[in-house]
T-cell receptor, first 109, second 110 residues
Framework: EAQVTQNPRYLITVTGKKLTVTCSQNMNHEYMSWYRQDPGLGLRQIYYSMNVEVTDKGDVPEGYKVSRKEKRNFPLILESPSPNQTSLYFC????????FGQGTRLTVV | EDQVTQSPEALRLQEGESSSLNCSYTVSGLRGLFWYRQDPGKGPEFLFTLYSAGEEKEKERLKATLTKKESFLHITAPKPEDSATYLCAVQTGGSYIPTFGRGTSLIVHP
């Protein structure tokens, strides 16, 4: 079954404490991306990756890092989270008709 | 700057009452327009991709159409299980970053 798996699903953390949200896909897609979804703003892309070791900024990359060391994994790193990064995060795999993960609800206090 | 506007923001229908959702866009060089369904607390689920004006695609009670300035998602005889937020996104030439609309929240009453 085609899947995009994110972990954790829910996370509450404190300002400044580094965290990583993992994302894994089993469809052998080259393209993967991260989004955040905020009420009234819709889905906005944070970073995307065209292939292993190839990443680029999306619309809202500030405060985030990514890495793509393997094709199936695309973790999102918040090195010093702040309250304005409280959001619902989605990982997606595939360029056209992307498959989305179930989401990670992050709260930074 | 690419813009995508969805209307209405919210729509309430009775079961069986057909209607349409609109996605209007202002972009240069459309490469693709995407429709998704999103249930509360879940990730968007891909429905359709449309590439050129005049194209239509269907899936069960849903039919998506595309013109040069807008797309419609027609829902025929909806059922309560069609209740969800429907998202539209566009991708333009030279960009790998899709632009999403804010969605239409659809509620279908039995």
């Amino acid at each position: 079954e085609a899947q995009v798996t994110q972990n954790p699903r829910y996370l509450i953390t404190v300002t400044g404490k580094k965290l990583t949200v993992t994302c894994s896909q089993n469809m052998n897609h080259e393209y993967m991306s991260w989004y955040r979804q905020d009420p009234g703003l819709g889905l906005r892309q944070i970073y995307y990756s065209m292939n292993v070791e190839v990443t680029d900024k999306g619309d809202v990359p500030e405060g985030y890092k990514v890495s793509r060391k393997e094709k199936r994994n695309f973790p999102l790193i918040l090195e010093s989270p702040s309250p304005n990064q409280t959001s619902l995060y989605f990982c997606a795999s595939g360029r056209r008709g992307a498959f989305f993960g179930q989401g990670t609800r992050l709260t930074v206090v | 700057e690419d813009q995508v506007t969805q209307s209405p923001e919210a729509l309430r229908l009775q079961e069986g009452e057909s209607s349409s959702l609109n996605c209007s866009y202002t972009v240069s060089g459309l490469r693709g327009l995407f429709w998704y369904r999103q249930d509360p607390g879940k990730g968007p689920e891909f429905l359709f991709t449309l590439y050129s004006a005049g194209e239509e695609k269907e899936k069960e009670r849903l039919k998506a159409t595309l013109t040069k300035k807008e797309s419609f998602l027609h829902i025929t005889a909806p059922k309560p299980e069609d209740s969800a937020t429907y998202l539209c996104a566009v991708q333009t030439g030279g960009s790998y970053i899709p632009t999403f609309g804010r969605g239409t929240s659809l509620i279908v009453h039995p």
